[in-house]
């Protein structure tokens, strides 16, 4: 066990579809209406600040993906930046941010899926995990089949929501906060955070990938600044066509809004999309997650661990007892059914990981300075070898942190 190696067979457009695949569909098809009820006619601001905030760490994530390529993404880099005990306690918040994320996307799914048909949603949850999941252990090129498939009409979609929306841009006052005012723009910001949890499951293909040392960095930042423009756009035609407090109330939101422009065939094509949109999520974040148990397996000296470092499969190797626990554990979280609950929850893993990427790159720089490889992707703006913008990312999570505990307590959640 742990002697075969994972199949480099992913390329630039694979990883740029599964970046964009792997956050689109969770903050926009899964939490828009919640945040809406929190930011108002705002809500475009709360999509920006919450994007904003996680590009400055998905600076820190592209610079250490092109340092250390490995499947076990934060892992790995708190393990360079700190030290292994550190990174084996990580391992858990990281395994659960891989986990509760995907288990509130579950639950979207099934609250779209139920526009269509009258199924339970715990059967939907189940339904849909076991699904992704049986993607996973086919093998990650036939995942980047399905998450290029699924990542196209996603953005199809959003682009006729966008097409039909235009023509009422303009008519509301976008400036017009909610009832909480900046308050309220800030949790809407925290609240929505969970979908970039993306970024992690995306630099754990680096040992699937072809010249991940390349190929990586463009991959998350591009991704990330791709889904920053539509989501503003989208937060824009959401609050031209319903008011914020309207919205919020709509059981799948993108599908409400589609159907007011077009009639029954336009919401029911967007609930389609949106079951892509949702599936394909919840497969990459199982894909993810699976990588970083397979890697910190490999990399222990826990006997029953050793397991999770088995690749087998018909065609191509894929480490499948880590995708089954995996699938287990998120089915266990979907099955809490509540959103907006399970969306926070993910929320303090997201913020905890992200918080820890940015310090282990600053003690690695700190421990590394004048010690630079060539051909790496290196953030700019430092003073004394101390990057910016990651002090910047440092301080903006612990602000929304501040707003996600705000939201728990304030019962927006």
């Not at 199949?7 to 926009?28: E, N, P, T, Y």
């Not at 919640?34 to 760490?57: E, R």
């Not at 659960?96 to 048909?117: H, K, M, N, Q």
């Not at 700019?380 to 707003?403: D, Q």
Request: hydrophobic share 55%.
């Amino acid at each position: 066990m742990g002697k075969e190696k994972l199949k480099r067979s992913l390329g630039f457009w694979d990883i740029l579809m599964f970046g964009v695949g792997g956050i689109v569909g969770a903050g926009i098809y899964a939490i828009i209406g919640q945040a809406a009820g929190l930011s108002g006619n705002m809500l475009w601001a709360s999509f920006a600040i919450a994007a904003a905030v996680a590009l400055l760490t998905g600076l820190s994530y592209a610079e250490f993906v092109s340092r250390f390529p490995d499947a076990g993404g934060s892992f790995e880099y708190i393990k360079r930046g700190m030290n292994e005990k550190t990174a084996l306690v990580m391992a858990i918040f990281i395994a659960f941010t891989g986990i509760v994320a995907p288990a509130a996307i579950a639950i979207s799914f099934a609250e779209y899926l139920s526009r269509l048909v009258n199924i339970p949603n715990w059967i939907s949850v189940i339904a849909i995990v076991v699904a992704m999941a049986t993607f996973n252990i086919i093998g990650s090129k036939i995942s980047s089949y399905y998450n290029k498939f699924a990542t196209a009409i996603t953005l199809l979609g959003l682009a006729l929501v966008i097409a039909f929306c235009i023509p009422d841009w303009g008519e509301v006052a976008y400036f017009e906060m909610g009832d909480e005012g900046f308050t309220g723009i800030l949790a809407g910001s925290a609240l929505i955070f969970f979908s970039y949890v993306g970024f992690e499951d995306l630099v754990k293909m680096a040992e699937e990938t072809k010249e991940p040392k390349k190929v990586l960095p463009k991959g998350v930042l591009f991704s990330g600044i791709i889904v920053f423009l539509l989501y503003v756009m989208i937060a824009i035609s959401a609050v031209s066509t319903f008011k914020a407090g309207e919205l919020a109330q709509k059981d799948g939101p993108l599908a409400a809004i589609i159907e007011s422009q077009w009639g029954q065939i336009g919401g029911t094509v967007l609930v389609i999309v949106a079951l892509f949109a949702t599936s394909k999520t919840i497969l990459s974040n199982i894909l993810g997650t699976s990588r970083l148990l397979y890697d910190v397996a490999r990399d222990s000296e826990i006997s029953w661990l050793k397991k999770f470092t088995t690749l087998s499969g018909a065609g191509e190797k894929t480490p499948n007892y880590a995708i089954i626990a995996i699938a287990i554990v998120t089915i266990a979280f979907g099955l809490i059914g509540n959103l907006k609950i399970v969306a926070s929850i993910s929320n303090i893993f997201v913020f905890g990981l992200f918080g820890m990427v940015n310090v282990a790159l600053l003690r690695y720089r700190k421990n590394h300075k004048g010690k630079e490889e060539e051909d790496i992707f290196k953030i700019p703006l430092n003073i004394n070898n101390i990057p910016i913008p990651t002090v910047l990312a440092l301080i903006s999570i612990l602000i929304l942190f501040s707003f996600n505990i705000y939201n728990l307590l304030q019962g927006n959640t």
